[in-house]
């Protein structure tokens, strides 16, 4: 009987601890597709831009979405408006100072009221956002879609076998928070900038 119940004990300790452990999930894209959109529409020149260069890593537990944890960052010179020198501007030392700040991040540090129908979760999400060097607390509304079993299909290679998170969300900072020009051109350029992703981290199996 003793035996028994520590092989019980031990096996419950083990389903356990696999159940529990996330799935790391890397957002550098394979594809080279992951891309974020950011406006600052203004009363004189509406300004909308994409930032491709993405890294990062999101650790998600399907059966413990609120235990996620993880980073995103993005290159900071992978910004671009359709003029070319306004995007000169953009990336100049009077605005993101591209050189000195070579990164923008959000860092996750909880979620919040996760509700999951199916594969997608539902969830606000709360972190360190990091634009220009100054760093503040945000949240954002945030769906976690979890596909599993579908990295294969998305690279076209059915025989490798991961898994696929897509992260989406919105949310809008004031560029004057972040020492961007602060109370200056806002007929030019708003004083909010909006931003959205709906971005592929992959996991892939061995």
């Not at 995007?87 to 100049?92: A, R, S, V, W």
């Not at 350029?189 to 709906?198: H, M, Q």
């Amino acid at each position: 009987m003793k035996t028994s119940l520590l092989t019980l004990a031990a096996s419950l300790g083990l389903a356990g601890s696999l159940a529990a452990a996330p799935i790391s999930f890397d957002f550098k894209d394979p594809k080279g597709v992951n891309a974020i959109q950011f406006s600052l529409d203004s009363v004189l020149e509406p300004i909308a831009g994409t930032a491709s260069g993405i890294t990062g890593k999101v650790n998600f537990d399907p059966a413990n979405p609120a235990a996620t944890t993880g980073k995103i960052s993005v290159a900071t010179t992978s910004l671009v408006v359709p003029n070319a020198l306004m995007n000169e501007h953009l990336l100049g030392e009077a605005w993101l100072n591209a050189p000195a700040h070579p990164a923008i991040t959000f860092e996750l540090t909880r979620l919040d009221g996760a509700t999951t129908t199916k594969n997608v979760t539902s969830a606000t999400a709360t972190g360190k956002f990091t634009l220009k060097g100054v760093t503040k607390e945000i949240t954002v509304p945030v769906t976690i879609t979890y596909l599993a079993d579908a990295f294969g299909k998305r690279i076209n290679k059915p025989e490798v076998k991961g898994d696929l998170i897509v992260l989406r969300g919105a949310f809008s900072v004031v560029r004057g928070d972040y020492g961007i020009q602060p109370g200056k051109n806002e007929d030019k350029v708003n004083t909010e900038i909006k931003l959205s992703l709906a971005v592929v981290g992959s996991a892939p199996k061995a």
